[in-house]
């Protein structure tokens, strides 16, 4: 059996700690999907296509290989058409533990077909970092060189600078 996998996220923007992940774990399967969810509730920087846009630009920079798509609704019905059967999450903090153990639980009761799930944690430099903290730094001006890949940056900065701007 193909060992095929998805990373779901909304990666609103990609940051190192995600990148990392995708490095460790692309390796390690037949497939990587890295799933980018539309969530019309939430309100992200960046649209679908040009967070599908930066992701894609990090994998070349990085060369890993990987399928960058789109998704909405559940994440196991995502999997199930795109016959995944390995779950890829990251954990950074207890609390972290704490919702993906309630998600990956209830992913299992919903799901269409059996799969595993994969936790990758966080290397200490990664374990505070999330999007939410990387827009706040970026709307304050501060430095971002620290939590996202280099060639996404000025992107990111420039966004930045037109929300200030409104």
């Known amino acids: 059996m193909k060992k095929i996998a998805v990373y779901p996220g909304s ?7 995600h990148t990392d992940i995708i490095k460790r774990s692309a390796g390690l399967f037949d497939e990587l999907k890295i799933g980018i969810l539309i ?6 920087w960046f649209t679908i296509e040009e967070r599908i846009e930066l992701v894609k630009r990090i994998l070349k920079a990085e060369n890993i290989e990987a399928e960058v798509l ?5 994440t196991v019905d995502f999997m199930a058409e795109q016959n995944a059967n390995i779950l890829v999450r990251g954990l950074r903090a207890v609390s972290d533990y704490e919702y993906e153990l309630q998600f990956t639980l209830t992913n299992t009761i919903l799901a269409k077909q059996p799969f595993e799930t994969l936790f990758f944690t966080a290397p200490r430099e990664y374990l505070y970092l999330s999007s939410s903290l990387v827009k706040e730094v970026a709307l304050n001006n501060g430095k971002l060189d620290r939590f996202l890949p280099e060639n996404i940056i000025k992107d990111i900065e420039e966004r930045a ?3 200030r701007k409104g």
């Open 70 to 74: 789109s998704f909405k609704g559940l």
């Open 11 to 17: 990666f609103d923007p990609i940051t190192k700690g």
């Open 39 to 44: 969530n019309s509730s939430k309100k992200n």
């Open 161 to 163: 600078e037109r929300i």
